[in-house]
């Protein structure tokens, strides 16, 4: 069983690997081990009458001194000659860029605001994010109440790509590099969001922290019904168990941030909603793995809070896939199982047909990803774990895999599904 297999391996004692396949324990564990605590040793740089030109995503773009790069290649370069550079004045704050992505915008767009929050030495009379493409953008919903919340969103504007002049601008290091290192500054702009939503509420909302668990849903994503699969079975568990279902996207942030408050544990699919765990102060997570890759920013905010994690694989991965896109199909593994009986929970009755689960992933694969793997160069350190998973997930959907049943329609029209299905029948009669 995995919990024997990973027993030899050294973890943290607040992070429980026991439900993960042995492959993906061994990736995060070295990802753990790569993360290094810079707290209070960012670097701050002050600029004054220069240029800046934001270039977008450049993905390969190292680091140099005239660039300022944030995660995922996107970077501002200072340049010498700009005659049409739009003129910026006043004390800035260089914030990065501004992504659409809640997700990213937690990990990515909130990483350079911690000047602001350190020891209010630091004075700003503009907080300047650079927008992520060439759209119109605009803050709205929980990215604008974050803001909000954090103190800053009257400071905050958000450029269109061009060059700009600036009199005078602050650069800060960012604070959580993935896969590098993570600094509490990291948390500032989260802590103040918190007082603020729950001193705003604290008058007229009872408080009982420890009272109840909750379960932060994804059901209610858009199209989860093509690319969730079976995931309301996987939050049966916990609901019929009296945990709360709350959807993130539905609720505003501050009633967000005050569930995770009350609440005695938190449940989370992994990828961008579990993110949300940073709003909270070391709370205790079980975290809902929905794909072979781990996800590396997680591994940060883990190792940050140090709040006790117990990670569970509960999907299955019939081809080599990347970790980024919204597919997943959700079943009794046998790490499930395991948590389930550990734990004396229900077993959800997981209905779907593999043929029919495997049609609709393919279905949302070929979107992606045509007829290729659809593995990113960045996942090359995942590649144990991902393979592990796709084997893992080959005596249920193998027959489907390797083409010897019929999947589509358009399978009647192979010879080789039909000679398959001809030989088959024959065999019957005999």
């Not at 500054?185 to 007229?204: C, D, G, I, M, Y």
């Not at 544990?265 to 709370?283: M, P, W, Y």
């Not at 779907?352 to 279905?363: D, G, I, K, T």
Request: proline share 5%; with cysteine; hydrophobic share 35%.
């Amino acid at each position: 069983m995995n919990q024997q297999a990973n027993s030899a391996i050294s973890e943290p004692q607040n992070i429980d690997t026991s439900y993960l396949r042995p492959a993906k324990a061994r990736c995060l564990l070295a990802e753990w081990h790569n993360y290094a605590d810079r707290t209070g040793k960012l670097a701050l740089r002050r600029l004054s009458d220069v240029n800046i030109s934001a270039m977008g995503q450049m993905p390969g773009i190292a680091h140099t001194d005239n660039r300022l790069i944030d995660d995922c290649d996107f970077y501002a370069e200072c340049v010498n000659d700009a005659e049409s550079a739009t003129h910026i004045g006043g004390a800035v704050l260089y914030a990065g860029y501004l992504r659409k992505s809640w997700g990213h915008f937690l990990m990515n767009s909130t990483a350079r605001l911690w000047p602001i929050f350190t020891d209010g030495s630091h004075h700003f009379d503009k907080v300047i994010f650079f927008a992520e493409d060439d759209a119109p953008t605009e803050l709205s919903g929980n990215f604008k109440e974050f803001l909000s919340l954090a103190g800053i969103l009257d400071k905050c504007e958000i450029l269109p790509r061009a060059t700009y002049h600036f009199d005078d601008i602050t650069v800060g290091e960012i604070s959580l590099e993935i896969g590098c290192y993570y600094s509490n500054e990291f948390s500032l702009p989260f802590e103040a969001a918190r007082k603020a939503a729950l001193a705003a509420t604290a008058k007229t909302v009872p408080t009982s922290p420890g009272g109840y668990g909750i379960i932060l849903s994804r059901s209610n994503w858009n199209n989860n019904d093509r690319t969730q699969i079976n995931i309301n079975r996987i939050e049966s568990i916990f609901t019929s168990a009296g945990y709360r279902a709350v959807s993130p996207e539905s609720i505003p942030l501050g009633e967000l941030i005050r569930q995770m408050h009350n609440a005695g544990e938190i449940v989370s699919f992994s990828g961008s909603t579990a993110h949300n765990i940073l709003f909270c102060d070391r709370k205790p997570l079980i975290l809902l793995e929905r794909c072979a890759a781990n996800n590396v920013y997680q591994t940060g905010i883990m190792k940050m809070q140090q709040n006790q994690v117990t990670l569970i694989d509960c999907f299955f991965q019939p081809m080599l896939t990347s970790s980024t896109d919204n597919l997943t199909i959700y079943g009794a593994t046998e790490e499930l199982k395991h948590y389930i009986g550990d734990q004396s929970l229900p077993m959800p009755v997981f209905n779907m047909h593999p043929r029919r689960e495997f049609r609709r992933y393919l279905a949302v694969y070929r979107k992606h990803h045509g007829h290729g793997p659809g593995i990113n160069e960045w996942e090359w350190q995942q590649a144990p774990a991902i393979y592990e998973a796709y084997f893992a997930s080959r005596p249920r959907y193998g027959r489907y895999i390797d083409r010897r049943y019929p999947i589509l329609w358009s399978d009647f029209c192979s010879p080789r599904v039909m000679a398959r299905l001809l030989k088959d029948t024959l065999r019957r009669r005999q």
